[in-house]
């Protein structure tokens, strides 16, 4: 979560210029629009803490697969149509992602302070992937150009969606097996209650 900012302020690099001003856009509202303490990082670290903070265990293959398509995508520029269809996609994707995770934790009780981080991507998100792929698509003019818009979509969504993958794979590893009963465990079980 920290580091999301750097993808986009890389990416901005290799872009057309006039391409930026969204970018820049998308890399104001990750800073709070002008208050630190309202920055995607500062907002998602209480949460995290909340939790219990991340540790060097909870890292897994499918969250640097991720972070490994962002720098493919984003800093060695795999082109303008990968990294646009990558966090494009990615950045359209999210408030549906949010919506969920933000639902769980009211249902938890979790107080509004740490679901603001989750808030924000909800009602931000949106427009920044409609912002991305309106601001690339001037550049985007062959029927090859929107293959690779798709590819770099679909490489950045399956990215994201095996970290879910990853996080439910680490839950499950931790919580213990049902106890399993024997068929001669049930027939007690069965008169005892008769």
Same mark, same amino acid.
């Given at each position: 979560?920290? =580091?999301?900012?750097?993808?986009?302020?890389?990416?901005?690099?290799?872009?057309?210029?006039?391409?930026?001003?969204?970018?820049?856009?998308?890399?104001?509202?990750?800073?709070? %629009?002008? /208050?630190?303490?309202?920055?995607?990082?500062?907002?998602?670290?209480?949460?995290?803490?909340?939790?219990?903070?991340?540790?060097?265990? /909870?890292?897994?293959?499918?969250?640097?697969?991720?972070?490994?398509?962002?720098?493919?995508?984003?800093?060695?520029?795999?082109? &303008?149509?990968?990294?646009?269809?990558?966090?494009?996609?990615?950045?359209?994707?999210?408030?549906? %992602? %949010?919506? =969920?995770?933000?639902?769980?934790?009211?249902?938890?009780?979790?107080?509004?302070?740490?679901? @603001?981080?989750?808030?924000?991507?909800?009602?931000? /998100?949106?427009?920044?992937?409609?912002?991305?792929?309106?601001?690339?698509?001037?550049?985007?003019?062959?029927?090859?150009?929107? %293959?690779?818009?798709?590819?770099?979509?679909? =490489?950045? &969504?399956?990215? =994201?969606?095996?970290?879910?993958?990853?996080?439910?794979?680490?839950?499950? +590893?931790?919580?213990?097996?049902? +106890?399993?009963?024997?068929?001669?465990?049930?027939? @007690? &079980?069965?008169?005892?209650?008769?």
């Amino acid at each position: 979560m920290q =580091r999301f900012h750097l993808h986009v302020a890389a990416y901005s690099l290799t872009v057309p210029f006039k391409m930026r001003e969204e970018l820049y856009h998308n890399l104001y509202d990750e800073f709070g %629009q002008g /208050d630190f303490s309202k920055a995607h990082p500062n907002l998602f670290e209480p949460l995290m803490d909340y939790f219990g903070g991340a540790r060097e265990e /909870d890292i897994n293959a499918e969250t640097c697969h991720l972070l490994n398509t962002k720098i493919s995508l984003c800093w060695f520029a795999d082109g &303008l149509t990968h990294g646009l269809g990558g966090m494009g996609g990615l950045e359209l994707s999210i408030p549906m %992602q %949010q919506r =969920r995770v933000l639902a769980h934790l009211r249902r938890r009780g979790i107080s509004k302070e740490l679901q @603001e981080f989750f808030v924000v991507h909800c009602e931000l /998100d949106e427009d920044h992937g409609e912002g991305w792929f309106a601001s690339g698509m001037p550049y985007v003019k062959t029927q090859k150009d929107f %293959q690779e818009v798709f590819a770099g979509a679909m =490489r950045m &969504l399956e990215a =994201r969606a095996g970290v879910y993958d990853g996080i439910y794979a680490a839950i499950m +590893k931790s919580r213990k097996p049902p +106890k399993t009963i024997s068929i001669n465990e049930v027939a @007690e &079980l069965s008169e005892a209650s008769a």
